[in-house]
């Protein structure tokens, strides 16, 4: 455990950062792996959970909750599976 004060509030942010950016990557988790299945299946509400999944990626990336290059990487592979099964 630290003894410095600055180090100690570093701990207690990054903490509290863990934690939301551990529930904004579960949701992400579970948008991508809606927008796949709905588009494996051909549902008529698959453009809406493509939708959804990328703007939470975007904006996942913007905030820093997951790398840039990450969510422009998974972005694209869901892209791809929907025009392969268009």
């Not at 630290?2 to 939301?20: M, T, Y």
């Not at 996942?60 to 290059?69: D, P």
Request: aromatic residues 0%.
């Amino acid at each position: 455990m630290a003894n410095i004060e600055s180090q100690k509030k570093r701990n207690r942010q990054n903490e509290r950062r863990r934690l939301r950016n551990k529930t904004v990557r579960t949701e992400l988790k579970t948008r991508v792996k809606s927008a796949r299945e709905a588009i494996e299946r051909s549902a008529p509400e698959a453009a809406d959970e493509l939708r959804t999944a990328q703007k939470r990626l975007a904006k996942a990336g913007a905030k820093g909750a997951v790398h840039k290059r990450q969510a422009a990487r998974r972005t694209s592979r869901l892209m791809r599976r929907a025009i392969k099964n268009d």
